[in-house]
């Protein structure tokens, strides 16, 4: 079956501009999560989605980063006024509710 | 505060010997671990856990280790192929807390040679 996948694979912006990367959990999936993972470093937990309701998102940087996922399924990661310390690549996992999460492939950001 | 560490960013073995990674992790709230491997462009696939009930978990060629007096988990890879030649990410859960959000090490980089 479709893993997890996330679109686009790459983005370029420019300082300041605003963004969005989508995550499309494998079906069936209710436990979504996103992380980001800059270079050198393993991915860090930004935010957990249960259903449609954010369960936790103490991850998120800062007030500039925010995520939604209204039907409990697609998930768009937002962020505003980026800055080039928000490059990284930013992964999605989904979980039919277990400990072993599956991760997408990844968008890398790249802020210029 | 790095509550899981990776103290060895790379690892080079021989086709056929055995490959040890290792993992330290700080939080003894933490109930479940578990190992991911990753190729370059892409996401991290799992590969094996262990529940803190647990000091030892196999599947075929991977074993995890967990030694939780000393907050230390191994994975053993026998024999190691080529084709495992990947970052290796150690991972740890809470399952109590917000969904099993996983706290990750920094990886190492394995290499197998031929």
């Known amino acids: 079956g479709a893993g997890v996948s996330q679109t686009p694979s790459n983005k370029v912006t420019e300082k300041g501009k605003y963004v969005e990367l989508r995550c499309d959990p494998i079906s069936g999936h209710t436990a979504l999560y996103w992380y980001r993972q800059s270079l050198g470093q393993g991915p860090e937990f930004l935010i957990y989605?249960?259903?449609?309701?954010?369960?936790?998102d103490s991850g998120l940087p800062n007030d500039r980063f925010f995520a939604v996922r209204p039907e409990g399924s697609v998930s768009t990661l937002k962020i505003q006024r980026t800055e080039r310390g928000d490059s990284a690549v930013y992964l999605c996992?989904?979980?039919?509710?277990?400990?072993?999460?599956?991760f997408g492939p990844g968008t890398r950001l790249t802020v210029l | 505060d790095q509550q899981v560490k990776q103290n060895s960013p790379s690892l080079s073995v021989q086709e056929g010997r055995i490959s040890i990674l290792n993992c330290d992790y700080t939080n003894s709230m933490f109930d479940y671990f578990l190992w991911y491997k990753k190729y370059p462009a892409e996401g991290p696939t799992f590969l094996i856990s262990i529940s803190s009930i647990k000091d030892k978990n196999e599947d075929g060629r991977f074993t995890v280790f967990l030694n939780k007096s000393a907050k230390h988990l191994s994975l053993h890879i026998v024999p190691s192929q080529p084709g495992d030649s990947a970052v290796y990410f150690c991972a740890a859960s809470w399952r109590e807390t917000s969904g099993s959000r996983l706290t990750f090490g920094e990886g190492t980089q394995l290499t197998v040679n031929p």
């Open positions: 996992a989904s979980s039919p509710w277990g400990n072993e999460q599956f």
């Open positions: 989605f249960q259903g449609t309701g954010a369960a936790d």
